[in-house]
């Protein structure tokens, strides 16, 4: 099956400082996505982006289909930007279900 | 739009008894619904694939006469732990797409999942 990659593993940032994290991944795909995951569990959608740029706020991500990679891209960070963040996508010879990356563990601190 | 609503958010019971989680979409149809578990700090692993009006798709490993699911409606799916035992703990997450739009613009929808605790 398709293997998703995210670095770095773990995170720890002050607040106001940026950072970038990265999702490898290992064949072609219908769908990538960017989650939040808060301390409750509940999984906060970042982006829908197959491919290009988007850009919400603070937050914003790129796709590179072709070289089979996205970047989640975090500014000005805040202590509420705490959490886990996992990449997911949609290999696109299955047609369905999202296959996670083991997540990027944030702390912002004071 | 593009709302999936899950209960319980957390459920306590005793081993040996069976539990069932609800999945609906509230605002949009879905054809196909997904289950995961997620143990703690650890990724999601999908368990099943929830299809409407036939039988689920279960993931290698995952025992199907356990983990009971049902899939009546375009907006309803159910995850019934059967038998529960103290290693059935775990966080339960269900997810689904609009089945008009095939998610786009949207992508997969989760809910806001069931921590299940078998004492």
């Known amino acids: 099956g398709i293997q998703v990659e995210q670095s770095p593993p773990d995170l720890i940032l002050q607040e106001g400082a940026n950072s970038t994290l990265r999702c490898n991944f290992s064949?072609?795909?219908?769908?990538l996505q960017w989650f939040h995951q808060n301390p409750w569990g509940q999984l906060i959608n970042l982006f829908y982006?197959?491919?290009g740029t988007k850009q919400n706020g603070r937050l914003s991500a790129t796709t590179v289909a072709t070289e089979r990679y996205s970047l989640l891209y975090i500014s000005s960070s805040q202590t509420t930007d705490s959490g886990v963040y996992f990449c997911?996508?949609?290999?696109?010879?299955?047609?369905?279900?999202?296959?996670f990356g083991k997540g990027t563990s944030l702390l912002v601190t004071p | 739009g593009a709302v999936v609503s899950q209960h319980p958010s957390w459920v306590i019971c005793k081993s040996g008894t069976s539990v069932k989680i609800e999945c609906r979409s509230l605002?949009?149809?879905?054809?196909?619904m997904f289950w995961y578990r997620q143990f703690p700090k650890q990724s999601l692993m999908l368990m099943a694939t929830?299809?409407?009006?036939?039988?689920?798709?279960?993931e290698q490993g995952v025992e199907k006469d356990k983990f009971l699911i049902n899939h009546a409606s375009l907006t309803l799916s159910t995850l019934t732990v059967t038998s529960a035992h103290p290693e059935d703990s775990s966080f339960y997450i269900c997810?689904?797409?609009?089945?008009?739009?095939?998610?786009?613009?949207?992508?997969?929808?989760f809910g806001s999942g069931t921590r299940l605790t078998v004492v």
């Open positions: 064949d072609s795909v219908n769908n």
């Open positions: 997810s689904a797409r609009d089945a008009k739009t095939g998610g786009l613009n949207y992508g997969y929808t």
């Open positions: 929830s299809n409407e009006g036939s039988k689920a798709t279960y």
């Open positions: 997911a996508v949609e290999p696109r010879d299955s047609g369905y279900a999202l296959n």
């Open positions: 605002d949009f149809q879905a054809t196909t």
């Open positions: 982006i197959p491919s």
